[in-house]
């Protein structure tokens, strides 16, 4: 955090690069998550506490600004950005931004693309599939709604279906996400991935990892997927599949649905070597890890001019700091999370 504005004078203009950023590690950074809120309509228990406290507004960056960012890591070889939250559609006017990056796609872009709840999806469905947004995320840990109210504390089942629909009735492929919980979904993620499967979605497990204290034990969260693959096993074939959406999944295809299962599992396997992405949260902080604290001021470089040469000399500085990994653990000995704020924040 501490470039000045006379380091960044130095740079080159945006626009001018061909090459992509490379971090210290020779990994060339090429996916952008931008968490553009850190607020949520729902409170799930791993990732919030019930009484959260939220930036106040005024911290936010504008609409504009968060566009002018993110197209200034476009110019400089993002090829894939990704809006999350909190809950990015409860961002209010987040429309305007979708509708606004949407120039980029072919244009250096190759895809726009969002992580969400799917509670105000059924509302924006069909204005992101006409932004070109052709796949997304949902986040759904359970099929029963008593089970979902538990998990998210505000949730409401039928809304998120609902989204989905139509979602899938504007053409906009899903893949679900559901973070693998103990004692929770445990035994029904086979009922999970059949219906993702026959639906004609994928289906994503996530292991919980340790960000920003929730007021629940993550020991007592926390499922290693190890543990669930030899589970699945027992009624599926996994056959492992090279497939990969630039993320940290590892892919199987399950012989009896045809349809694919992927496994993010930064605890028991660490996925850091192939990381091509960097997070940027609603007030213009880039995190280059999503497990350490180092960070970088981008909306002092954003708001110092309307030179975007001061902006890319402060992406260049960030990018060569990228660390190595993340030290996430969750063991008895290590009950405190691994870093203190919430994924709410970075954007999961
Ligand atoms: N609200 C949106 C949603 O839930 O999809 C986007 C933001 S949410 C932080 C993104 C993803 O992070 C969700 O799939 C959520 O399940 C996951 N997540 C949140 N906290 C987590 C944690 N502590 N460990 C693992 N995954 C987490
Ligand atoms: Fe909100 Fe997503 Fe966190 Fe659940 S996981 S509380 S929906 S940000």
């Known amino acids: 955090m501490d470039q000045t504005p006379a380091d960044w004078r ?5 626009g001018e690069r061909t090459n ?7 990994r060339a950074v090429t996916y952008l998550r931008v968490s553009v809120t850190d607020r949520c309509d729902f409170r799930c228990t791993y990732c919030m506490a019930e009484n959260m406290t939220f930036l106040p507004k005024k911290d936010l960056l504008t609409l504009e600004e968060l566009d002018r960012l993110c197209s200034a890591f476009i110019a400089k070889g993002v090829r894939k950005l990704r809006l999350t939250g909190g809950e990015p559609l409860v961002r209010k006017n987040i429309m305007h931004l979708v509708r606004g990056l949407s120039r980029h796609i072919g244009q250096g872009l190759d895809e726009l693309t969002l992580t969400t709840n799917g509670s105000q999806l059924a509302r924006h469905a069909q204005e992101l599939a006409d932004c070109g947004v052709r796949r997304i995320n949902v986040s759904l840990d359970t099929l029963d709604p008593d089970k979902f109210k538990n998990i998210t504390r505000w949730g409401e089942f039928d809304k998120v279906m609902e989204g989905i629909r139509a979602a899938q009735a504007a053409g906009i492929r899903i893949k679900l996400n559901a973070v693998a919980l103990k004692d929770f979904n445990e035994h029904e993620i086979p009922d999970l991935l ?10 994503t497990l996530i292991e ?4 920003g204290e929730t007021g629940e034990d993550r020991t007592d969260q926390y499922l290693p997927l190890s543990k669930v693959r030899k589970m699945l096993e027992e009624q599926f074939t ?3 599949i090279p497939y990969r959406t630039g993320g940290p999944a590892r892919y199987v295809e399950i012989r009896e649905t045809g349809g694919r299962l992927g496994f993010i599992t930064p605890l028991t396997h660490n996925f850091c070597e192939s990381c091509n992405r960097v997070r940027l949260t609603c007030t213009g902080t880039l995190y280059m890890c999503l497990g350490q604290d180092d960070a970088a001021d981008l909306r002092t470089a954003l708001r110092a001019s309307d030179d975007d040469a001061f902006l890319s000399a402060a992406i260049d500085e960030a990018i060569s700091r990228k660390p190595k990994g993340h030290d996430f653990i969750i063991d008895r000995a290590h009950r405190k999370p691994a870093v203190a704020r919430h994924m709410s924040v970075t954007g999961g």
């Open 194 to 203: 059949r219906f993702a499967h026959g639906e004609g979605m994928d289906l």
């Open 238 to 240: 996994l056959d492992d």
């Open 10 to 14: 130095h740079a080159e203009p945006l």
């Open 20 to 26: 992509p950023m490379i971090d210290p590690f020779g």
């Open 208 to 211: 919980t990892m340790p960000m």
